[in-house]
Nanobody, 114 residues
Framework: QVQLVESGGGLVQAGGSLRLSCKAS????????MGWYRQAPGKQRELVAT???????NYADSVKGRFAISRDNAKNTVYLQMNNLRPEDTAVYYC????????WGQGTLVTVSS
């Protein structure tokens, strides 16, 4: 089994930066992709960024050039570096690991103030 724990959310001013972390534990060999999703208040959950074991990445158009997903295998951790944050980035951010099914973390809240 795979378990995910997110951290790093909080309150930040528009234009600021924040880094989210997602630490994975369990049967890590079963993971063939990981990603970050977010869900804004009253909105559907949406894809933010994904990364594969080969370090292939892709991003939602709304965050391209501002966000960067990366991983540290020694720490079993995936990161989401968020720069030039905007109020519309406010959401609960969820880490996801793709195995034979999808495994989700508990979420971490990011609030961007004007």
């Amino acid at each position: 089994q795979v378990q995910l724990v997110e951290s790093g959310g909080g309150l930040v001013q528009a234009g600021g930066s924040l880094r989210l972390s997602c630490k994975a534990s369990g049967t890590l060999f079963s993971i063939h992709a990981m990603g970050w999703y977010r869900q804004a208040p009253g909105k559907q959950r949406e894809l933010v960024a994904t990364i594969t074991p080969g370090d292939n990445t892709n991003y939602a158009d709304s965050v391209k050039g501002r966000f960067a997903i990366s991983r540290d295998n020694a720490k079993n951790t995936v990161y989401l570096q968020m720069n030039n944050l905007r109020p519309e980035d406010t959401a609960v951010y969820y880490c996801m690991a793709k195995t034979y099914s999808e495994v989700w973390g508990q979420g971490t809240l990011v609030t961007v103030s004007s």
